[in-house]
């Protein structure tokens, strides 16, 4: 045990510590993407904003910092996953390998995700609707309270919550694939 003991202190002290600092470092990076994102999202928008369009270019900024902070999220952790796995001396190769055939077949079942993403991404981009905004989808009608690439959290009149995944590829009406009451 003391053999055992001492090697582990013996490593946390060489190795650990670097894998805690990459951790810190990780999240100083995310509490700065956090923050910074939405400020140059917003300065952004509102610079290309006509006079009068405050409010609505208020909430495309909102909806486009939730994207774009949340996608800025995920690649600092992968990365950061990756960082540590190599310093614990894990191959890191042959688990990019497994995510490329695992992408490939889940790039066939999934085509109807894809195609909702990418139309998520122009509903996004050309600013059909925002966070905010009173919309009619589904036969729902109500406030834009969450918006993402994948799904549209709506508000009602009467103040029920309704969650739906929305089949939004056809572009003349889009079709309700999921649907739950909070």
Do not use: C
């Not at 053999?3 to 995310?30: N, R, T, Y």
């Not at 495309?60 to 960082?83: D, R």
């Not at 549209?152 to 929305?166: A, F, K, N, P, Y």
């Amino acid at each position: 045990i003391t053999g055992g003991l001492l090697g582990f202190v013996s490593w946390f002290f060489s190795e650990g510590i670097i894998i805690f600092v990459m951790i810190l470092v990780l999240w100083v990076l995310i509490r700065i993407v956090r923050r910074i994102i939405p400020k140059i999202v917003t300065s952004f928008v509102l610079g290309r904003a006509e006079y009068g369009e405050h409010d609505e270019a208020e909430k495309e900024a909102n909806t486009l910092s939730k994207v774009f902070t949340g996608g800025a999220v995920i690649i600092i952790l992968i990365t950061g996953l990756f960082m540590i796995l190599t310093k614990l001396e894990i191959p890191v190769g042959p688990i990019l390998a497994g995510f490329g055939v695992a992408g490939i077949a889940v790039g066939f079942g999934a085509q109807h995700l894809v195609r909702d993403i990418i139309s998520g991404i122009f509903i996004i981009a050309e600013n059909q609707y925002r966070t905010g905004d009173v919309v009619g989808i589904a036969g729902q009608v109500g406030y834009v309270e969450d918006l993402n690439l994948r799904r549209t959290i709506l508000r009602d009149l009467e103040g029920t919550v309704h969650l739906s995944l929305i089949h939004i590829s056809e572009p003349t009406r889009p079709r309700l694939l999921s649907y739950a009451v909070f």
